[in-house]
């Protein structure tokens, strides 16, 4: 069965330092979405990706954040000058349609010192 | 903007007993979805439903658009239905809106 994939599945990175979070969504898929989850608190939205632009953004998806469909598959999160408070478990999903299932990656956790 | 309230925060069974995890939000909605988080902390989508009933296996979901309403129904659980159990809605965004979460925990 086709799945959303993520890597790494753990990152540690010092504050001030860049990152970037990959996913692989299902392959004929057309939304791509990253969430977020703070350690002990409930998912949040942080963007939707649909024909190679940005569709939606919440007010978390600030200039410090930006996503990016570099190839035919992958979709990468970029979080420039991380911040302590960016430590959480970062979620990938996809959908064939807008309002349809989701498919959840499997997260990556990161960490920031 | 949609706020998602579930009860019970926590739910704790017996193996067999049937669970019921509520979830209601405050404004009208195309659709809702439940999820349920594992501990390793994967989401895995259950049931996406915007009218009525979905039944998959044990697991039954139901919906009251009128009342802004919907359940989670778990029958005959098992240690392994053990989990955090998550309703989420589309309000007329393509931004999902998630509740805090059910933990249940199902006892041999």
């Known amino acids: 069965e086709p799945e959303v994939t993520q890597t790494p599945s753990h990152q540690v990175t010092q504050m001030g330092q860049e990152v970037i979070l990959r996913c692989v969504p299902i392959?004929?898929?057309?939304?791509f979405y990253w969430y977020r989850q703070i350690l002990g608190q409930k998912v949040e939205f942080l963007v939707s990706f649909y024909n190679n632009e940005i569709s939606e953004k919440s007010e978390i998806f600030d200039d410090q954040f930006s996503v990016e469909r570099p190839d035919g598959s992958n979709f990468t999160l970029k979080i420039r000058s991380t911040k302590l408070e960016d430590s959480a478990m970062y979620f990938c999903?996809?959908?064939?349609?807008?309002?349809?299932?989701?498919?959840f990656g499997p997260g990556t956790r990161l960490l920031v010192l | 903007k949609n706020e998602v309230e579930q009860s019970p925060q926590n739910l704790t069974a017996q193996e067999g007993e049937f669970i019921t995890i509520n979830c209601s939000y405050s404004v009208g909605i195309s659709a809702l979805h439940w999820l349920q988080q594992h501990p390793g902390g994967g989401i895995v989508s259950l049931f996406m439903l915007s009218s009525g009933k979905k039944k998959h296996g044990r697991l039954i979901a139901t919906i009251n658009i009128q009342e802004k309403h919907s359940s989670l129904h778990i029958t005959a659980s098992h240690p392994r239905d053990s989990a955090v159990y998550i309703c989420?809605?589309?309000?007329?965004?393509?931004?999902?809106?998630f509740g805090k979460g059910t933990k249940l925990t199902v006892n041999p």
């Open positions: 999903a996809s959908s064939a349609d807008l309002q349809e299932t989701q498919y």
């Open positions: 989420a809605v589309w309000g007329g965004s393509e931004k999902l809106v």
């Open positions: 392959s004929n898929h057309l939304y």
